[in-house]
């Protein structure tokens, strides 16, 4: 099979696609074949070596196939099955190896690129709306790079609770995007010269000077300052990624004096803990996509082999919504 190797940290040029032996599955364990794996800042970070891991690495943690051999001891998963999962490593293959306790039964009115596509965006965008911060109709939200991957399922998810969604974005085609997604306005911030204070001053503009309930920030350093002051008092801000590099340390009195303000740094797995809670948020995708009312949007596919080229085009931000890595089984 193939599969893509980092030998060392590095840019995008340390990928390469390697043959490897077909694994077999052990005990409580599956081997899905891959139809297409989903592509995300975290395997840049741990690419470039900002997130540590071992070298050689397998990049890639979702992806969606169909399952070709099972082991001793599985329970419900048979060959055949179309499942996806989430953070699951070594993912960037022709095939991987599952725990059944880690697959999500992908239904017939889901295709298996749109499953793929909506693993770790989707389960990421369901928590941030329902769990960290439950949204719903007395809340106004900033969700910065609204037209990516996150930002176009968060939107959607956060309208459907009720909620008021300002986002930001960095061209005309993009602010499209975010408006069909159900934007009530957007920001375009490559008009700012300065984002710690213009970002702000626009939001308040669009609050009638309250700034918002929460804002969701997977952008990081270049947003962090901008988002805190864009809060109402006792407003939130969900971190959730670092796309233009990490949040330096900060003085925690800031919070005080920006409104008794809250700051929070989640990641998926605190929010996966428990088989009831995993079936729950990709039940409510996957039914909110058979319904028609999530839309998944699939900016950009390569095949496998290419995987350098993909890492290329999302660490540019020439993308818009998800990038996938594709197999001659897709």
């Not at 329970?75 to 070594?90: C, I, L, N």
């Not at 459907?160 to 969604?165: E, L, Y």
């Not at 990624?241 to 925690?252: C, K, R």
């Not at 990709?282 to 009312?293: I, P, Q, S």
């Amino acid at each position: 099979m193939t599969t893509i190797i980092a030998g060392t940290p590095g840019g995008p040029e340390v990928l390469r696609a390697t043959d490897r032996p077909l694994p077999h599955p052990g005990p409580h364990h599956v081997a899905v074949a891959v139809a297409a794996c989903g592509v995300n800042y975290i395997d840049t970070y741990q690419r470039s070596g900002i997130y540590p891991v071992e070298f050689p690495f397998i990049p890639g943690l979702e992806g969606a196939g169909t399952v070709a051999e099972v082991g001793s001891d599985v329970t419900w998963a048979q060959v055949g099955d179309r499942v996806a999962w989430a953070s699951t490593p070594e993912s960037y293959s022709e095939r991987v190896i599952l725990r059944e306790d880690d697959c999500y039964p992908v239904p017939d009115s889901v295709s298996l690129d749109t499953a793929a596509a909506l693993m770790l965006q989707g389960l990421t965008a369901h928590y941030l709306s329902a769990s960290t911060f439950p949204l719903d109709n007395r809340h106004t939200a900033l969700v910065h790079a609204g037209a990516g991957g996150v930002g176009l399922l968060l939107t959607q998810l956060a309208v459907a609770r009720g909620a008021r969604v300002i986002t930001t974005v960095s061209s005309d085609d993009k602010e499209d995007l975010s408006r069909n997604a159900g934007a009530t306005d957007v920001i375009r911030y490559e008009r700012f010269r300065d984002m710690d204070t213009e970002l702000p001053a626009a939001v308040r503009a669009l609050t009638a000077g309250r700034g918002v309930d929460v804002v969701f920030d997977g952008v990081g350093a270049s947003t962090f300052e901008g988002s805190l002051s864009s809060l109402d008092v006792r407003g939130m801000l969900v971190l959730f990624g670092g796309a233009s590099g990490q949040v330096p340390a900060f003085n925690l009195q800031r919070l005080n004096s920006g409104g008794s303000l809250y700051a929070t740094r989640p990641s998926l797995g605190h929010y996966l803990r428990t088989a009831e809670e995993r079936s729950w948020r990709a039940g409510d995708l996957f039914a909110a996509v058979t319904a028609g009312e999530l839309q998944v949007r699939i900016g950009a596919t390569f095949p496998l082999a290419d995987a350098a080229h993909a890492h290329r085009a999302l660490e540019g931000r020439r993308t818009t919504g998800k990038v996938l890595l594709t197999t001659f089984q897709s």
